[in-house]
C-alpha cells in the first residue's frame, strides 16, 4: 500500500521548501516539491530606479547576494550599452569565483556531510594524531554538556561512515571548512567591502580598483585555499564515492537527463568567451552539448500560485501576479523550462558540458560511463568539488591579469535610457541565474528573476513534467517511512538554498512526528 510522507520544511537548505513523496515497497513512487514562502522581490522593483535593482536584489538571499548582485550589475550593462572594462571583468571574475568556493565548501561540509558521517563514531577514536585526539576531547566535552546542536539531532542511519579514524578525519575537515569559508568571503571583502549587503559592484563595472596590496592580499588566499581544495576536499569526495553502501548513489537520483548551463565567467569584454561554457544535454547525451539560446526559455505556472496570465512567457515578457487560489496548485516555484523540457541546472550541468578530463577520468572509474548513462546523488557532489577546484586554479590566472592604474568603470552605467531591455545571464554557485528588465520612462516597468532552484525545484509544467528535483525521487530507496534520509540526501544534493524542523505525517491519522534537524 503506498503512503505519503512529507517533508516539511526540508532542513539544512536555504528557504522554505516542502517535499511529498509516495512510497510504495520501499521505494518512492511518485513526488512533489513545493515552495511554501512567496516574497515578491520582482514587484517590489516596479516604478524603482534601475539603479536600485541590484542593492534590492541582493536581498532576494542571505546566502546567494553576491550573484544576484552581480547577475543584476550585468543585466543593467546590458540595458545601457556598457562596454565593460577588463579590470571590472576580471574582479567580477575573481569576486564570483571567492563566492562559488565558500558555497561549494559550505555545501558539503556543513549542509550534505553530516548525512554520511557518524558523528558520534569520534568519541571511539584512539588514534595518536593530536589535533584528532584534541577534536575528539572537544566533541565528548559538548556530549557531555549537552550542547551538540552544530552536528545534532538529525536522522541516524545503519550505512553511515561509523570507522573512527575516517569519522574523526571527515570531522575534524568539517571543522577546518568554517576557516576556509572565512579565507574565501575575506576575499570578496578586499574588493567589495563586505558580505552579504556587499557595495563593489555597479552598473558599469566597480568600484575598488586593483593595487598591488589588494593583488597580493587576494593571491595569498587563493593559494591556502588551493592547497585545501586539491589536498582536503577533493581527497573526501573521493574517500565518499568509495564508499560501498553508498554505490547505488551514483546513478539513484538522476533527474532526468537534461541539463542546462548558461556559461559564466567571462574572459573577454564581449562575454561571448566564458571559462564555464554554455549549453544543453538532452537524454542524457553528454557528447551532444547544443547551443544555449535564451529565447527558448519558457515559464510554466499550471501547477503554480500564479495567475494564468503569467503561463509560457518568456522571462523578457514576464509576469509575477500571485494567485492563491488556483485550483491544482502545489508551489510558489515557476516551472521553467528549455525547449518545453525541464532542465538540471548546477555545477553536475556545467560540468557535463564542459567535460574537464578529471571529471572524465573519475566517471569512467566509476562505471558512470557506461549506459545506461545515469548522474545520481554522488556526482552531483563530485561535480561539485571539482568545479571548486577549477575556478580556484584558474582565479590564480586571473589575479595575474589585473592591472593597477586602468579603468574599472564606464559611465554608460548611469545613462539610464527612456526605454531599453536587458538581460544578465550568469552562473552561480546553484546553478544558472538570470535576471531580466525592461526599462521604461527610465524607471523599472517589469523585472524578472529566474533563479537556479527555480529550475531544479520546479513542480509540474503544462504537460505534467516533474520538475528535476521530483524527477529524482523516483525510485529512491526509503526502506522505513519514519526515517526518510535518503529522500533528503538527494534533494540536498543539488543545494537548494535553510531550514529547523523536519515534519513526517502519517498517512493513516494525519498525527504530525516531528524531527529536529541540524
Not at 572594462?85 to 561540509?109: C, E, K, T, W
Not at 519558457?298 to 509560457?312: A, L
Not at 538581460?423 to 541565474?433: D, H, W
Amino acid at each position: 500500500m503506498a503512503k505519503i510522507v512529507s517533508i516539511d520544511p526540508v532542513t539544512r537548505i536555504e528557504g522554505h521548501l516542502r517535499i511529498d513523496v509516495e512510497i510504495e515497497n520501499g521505494v518512492v513512487k511518485d513526488a512533489w516539491s513545493s515552495g511554501t514562502m512567496f516574497r515578491g522581490i520582482e514587484m517590489l522593483l516596479r516604478g524603482k530606479h534601475p539603479w536600485d535593482a541590484q542593492q534590492v536584489t541582493e536581498r532576494i538571499c542571505g546566502v546567494c547576494p553576491l550573484v544576484h548582485g552581480t547577475a543584476a550589475s550585468y543585466n543593467l550593462d546590458s540595458a545601457t550599452g556598457v562596454n565593460l572594462p577588463d579590470n571590472a571583468r576580471i574582479i567580477r571574475n575573481l569576486m564570483l569565483g571567492a563566492n562559488f568556493i565558500q558555497s561549494h565548501v559550505l555545501h558539503f561540509y556543513h549542509l550534505a556531510a553530516l548525512d554520511y558521517v557518524d558523528i558520534t563514531a569520534v568519541a571511539k577514536y584512539n588514534g595518536s594524531n593530536p589535533e584528532l585526539r584534541a577534536l575528539k576531547n572537544k566533541i565528548v566535552k559538548l556530549v557531555q554538556a549537552k550542547d551538540v546542536y552544530p552536528f545534532l539531532p538529525r536522522y541516524e542511519s545503519p550505512d553511515y561512515v561509523s570507522d573512527p579514524e575516517l569519522a574523526t578525519t571527515l570531522v575534524g575537515h568539517y571543522v577546518e571548512a568554517l576557516e576556509m569559508r572565512k579565507l574565501a568571503h575575506e576575499m570578496i571583502a578586499i574588493f567589495y567591502g563586505r558580505m552579504p549587503s556587499f557595495v563593489g559592484t555597479i552598473p558599469g563595472g566597480v568600484t575598488n580598483p586593483p593595487t598591488l596590496s589588494n593583488i597580493l592580499a587576494l593571491s595569498a588566499r587563493i593559494s591556502q585555499l588551493r592547497s585545501w581544495i586539491d589536498n582536503i576536499y577533493i581527497q573526501d569526495i573521493l574517500t565518499l564515492a568509495g564508499v560501498s553502501a553508498y554505490a547505488p548513489f551514483l546513478r539513484a537520483g538522476d533527474s532526468g537527463g537534461n541539463y542546462l548551463a548558461y556559461g559564466g565567467f567571462d574572459e573577454d569584454s564581449s562575454g561571448t568567451k566564458k571559462f564555464l561554457p554554455s549549453g544543453a544535454i538532452f537524454n542524457n547525451n553528454i557528447m551532444n552539448v547544443q547551443k544555449f539560446d535564451k529565447d527558448n526559455i519558457i515559464e510554466s505556472v499550471k501547477y503554480s500560485w500564479y495567475t494564468e496570465s503569467c503561463e509560457s512567457r518568456n522571462p523578457r515578457e514576464g509576469k509575477t501576479d500571485p494567485d492563491l487560489e488556483k485550483k491544482e496548485a502545489y508551489s510558489f516555484i515557476k516551472a521553467p523550462r528549455y525547449q518545453d523540457k525541464p532542465m538540471e541546472v548546477g555545477p553536475l550541468a556545467r560540468m557535463l558540458v564542459k567535460k574537464p578530463d578529471m571529471l572524465l577520468k573519475l566517471a569512467g572509474n566509476l562505471g558512470l560511463l557506461e549506459p545506461p548513462l545515469k548522474f545520481g546523488i554522488l556526482p552531483r557532489h563530485a561535480a561539485r568539488a571539482i568545479e571548486c577546484k577549477l575556478i580556484a586554479d584558474q582565479m590564480s590566472t586571473w589575479v595575474e591579469e589585473l592591472q593597477p592604474g586602468k579603468p574599472i568603470w564606464d559611465k554608460k552605467g548611469m545613462e539610464i535610457p527612456n526605454e531599453a531591455y536587458g538581460a544578465g545571464l550568469v552562473e552561480g554557485p546553484r546553478g544558472a541565474l538570470g535576471h531580466w528588465i525592461h526599462i521604461r520612462n527610465q524607471k523599472i516597468d517589469n523585472y524578472q528573476c529566474v533563479v537556479p532552484t527555480t529550475w531544479n525545484a520546479s513542480p509540474r509544467d503544462k504537460n505534467g513534467h516533474r520538475g528535476p528535483i521530483e524527477n529524482s525521487l523516483i525510485g529512491i530507496p526509503v526502506p522505513d517511512v519514519d526515517n526518510p534520509i535518503n529522500v533528503v540526501r538527494c534533494v540536498r544534493s543539488f543545494d537548494p538554498c535553510l531550514a529547523c524542523a523536519v515534519h513526517v505525517i502519517h498517512p493513516e491519522h494525519n498525527g504530525m512526528k516531528v524531527f529536529r534537524v541540524v
